[in-house]
Nanobody, 124 residues
Framework: QAQLVESGGGLVQAGGSLRLSCAASGRSFSNRAMAWFRQAPGKEREFVAAIALSGRIQRYADSVKGRFTISRDNAQNTVYLQMNSLNPEDTAVYYC?????????????????WGQGTQVTISS
């Protein structure tokens, strides 16, 4: 049974930083594309960032480009999301996701495995 567990969320002031982690267990995710999504209250789940198998290729939503960095440690089966220059519009539940295929995509439907989410709240 594949499992993804996010951690690192919390409450920070605008302009601050957070680092989210996603630990995968149950099966190796080193050969799978992985991603972060987020969902704010009353809004649809939206793509944040994705990373390819090797970690050398990343893809970002325009809203986070230049502020967020996705990375992965395949030996530890862990994916990270470093978030800098946070603003209140970044407030959401952040979800880690993985897929069986290698293509980087930005739609929730294309990812098979999901974590339970971690709350990120940015105060103004």
């Amino acid at each position: 049974q594949a499992q993804l567990v996010e951690s690192g969320g919390g409450l920070v002031q605008a302009g601050g930083s957070l680092r989210l982690s996603c630990a995968a267990s149950g099966r190796s995710f080193s050969n799978r594309a992985m991603a972060w999504f987020r969902q704010a209250p009353g809004k649809e789940r939206e793509f944040v960032a994705a990373i390819a198998l090797s970690g050398r290729i990343q893809r970002y939503a325009d809203s986070v480009k230049g502020r967020f960095t996705i990375s992965r440690d395949n030996a530890q089966n862990t994916v990270y999301l470093q978030m800098n220059s946070l603003n209140p519009e970044d407030t959401a539940v952040y979800y880690c996701a993985a897929k069986d295929l290698i293509e980087l995509t930005d739609t929730p439907q294309s990812y098979k495995y999901w974590g339970q989410g971690t709350q990120v709240t940015i105060s103004s």
